[in-house]
């Protein structure tokens, strides 16, 4: 499977079912190759916008079966659910961009804008830069940290610190979230 192919399909899956952030895949493309990995990053955004309007949707024709699918994904609690419910509540489609940038999962944010009746076209407006921004962001930065302070690792070495910093995050967020 091709770059283009895997980076849609992660960013669908991870904006449906999936756990872990399509931001894994783009940071090691980064390592080698930061122009291939920003294009990722729009592939990518391709799928995710994809999987949010069909979480979206599931949202708006049946917020409770959405809901309780939301429930059985790991790192997802009804204490969670009901803080995302409650941001949109008070905030509208905003929340759709500041609370995944707070490490809320996107497909909890498509959901509750669905069934909230936020504005279809405005809540994918807000989607692209609240997905892009934060996938650049991390391309960026990792390719940054590699190619100016890791100047002395091999590719290899490079992705080794990277896979160390991916298991330390998932070990922490798993273990708070």
């Known amino acids: 499977m091709g770059v283009k192919l895997l980076a849609i399909a992660w960013g669908l899956a991870e904006a449906t079912v ?24 729009i592939w990518t955004l391709v799928g995710a916008l994809v999987g949010g309007t069909a979480m979206f949707c599931w949202g708006h024709y049946d917020p409770k079966g959405a809901e309780g699918f939301l429930a059985q994904v790991p790192a997802i609690d009804e204490e969670l ?8 509540d008070d905030d509208g489609v905003k929340a759709t961009f500041f609370g995944p940038m707070a490490g809320r999962p996107y497909k909890i944010y498509a959901v509750y804008a669905g069934a909230k009746d936020i504005s279809f076209p405005s809540f994918l407006l807000v989607s692209i830069p609240a997905r892009l921004l934060r996938f650049i962001l991390l ?3 990792t390719w940054w940290v590699a190619s100016k302070l890791l100047t002395k690792l091999q590719t290899r070495q490079k992705a080794f610190v990277l896979t160390a910093v991916w298991i330390a995050f998932y070990s922490w967020y798993f273990a708070t979230m």
């Open 18 to 41: 999936f756990f872990i952030v399509p931001d894994v895949l783009l940071t090691y493309l980064a390592l080698k190759d930061p122009r291939r990995a920003t294009k990722a990053c």
């Open 81 to 88: 659910l009901n803080k995302v419910e409650q941001q949109i």
């Open 139 to 141: 391309t960026w930065i």
